[in-house]
């Protein structure tokens, strides 16, 4: 056993392993709100490409450099819940009372929503591109 280090120190590509220690996957992502020191869970990558699985907090039995262990055995770890990416939106606000700024904020708000990033209501699984650009990020890592 090495030394355990907070939940702020994990980065993508770390190993995740099982209670009796078998290796689980990678960290895709850690989610929670550093600012407040709230650590909520992990993404787990199980696969390259696959979608990842997520681990909430208190399934996360401890935290060492480079590797989370789970309080979970590896047939609990298998089934785990996909990891859902949050909703998104976008707000955009006209600053003026001529109707330029809500031209230009209709315009944006199209481009936004056909070219950028589709804004989505509710929480979705991880586009291939998304779960490629992970992939590398991993590597990286």
Same mark, same amino acid.
């Given at each position: 056993?090495?030394?355990s280090v907070s939940w702020l120190?994990?980065?993508?590509?770390?190993?995740?392993?099982?209670?009796?220690?078998?290796?689980?996957?990678?960290?895709?992502?850690?989610?929670?709100?550093?600012?407040?020191?709230?650590?909520?869970?992990?993404?787990?990558?199980?696969?390259?490409?696959?979608?990842?699985? =997520?681990?909430?907090?208190?399934?996360?039995?401890? %935290? /060492?450099?480079?590797?989370?262990?789970?309080?979970? +055995? &590896?047939?609990? *770890?298998?089934?785990?819940?996909? =990891?859902?990416?949050?909703?998104?939106?976008?707000? %955009? /606000?006209?600053?003026?009372?001529?109707?330029?700024? +809500? &031209?230009?904020? *209709?315009?944006?708000?199209?481009?936004?929503?056909?070219?950028?990033?589709?804004?989505?209501?509710?929480?979705?699984?991880?586009?291939?591109?998304?779960?490629?650009?992970?992939?590398?990020?991993?590597?990286?890592?």
């Open positions: 056993m090495g030394n120190a994990i980065r993508p590509g770390w190993k995740v392993l099982s209670a009796e220690g078998s290796e689980i996957g990678k960290v895709d992502e850690v989610t929670g709100d550093d600012t407040t020191d709230i650590f909520d869970g992990l993404s787990i990558a199980v696969s390259a490409l696959g979608q990842p699985r =997520y681990a909430t907090s208190d399934q996360i039995a401890s %935290i /060492e450099q480079g590797t989370v262990r789970l309080s979970l +055995d &590896r047939e609990q *770890a298998e089934q785990l819940s996909q =990891y859902l990416q949050p909703a998104t939106s976008v707000e %955009i /606000e006209p600053d003026d009372r001529n109707g330029f700024a +809500d &031209r230009v904020a *209709a315009d944006a708000r199209k481009i936004k929503g056909e070219i950028v990033e589709p804004t989505q209501g509710h929480e979705h699984p991880f586009n291939i591109w998304t779960r490629i650009a992970h992939f590398f990020r991993r590597l990286r890592s």
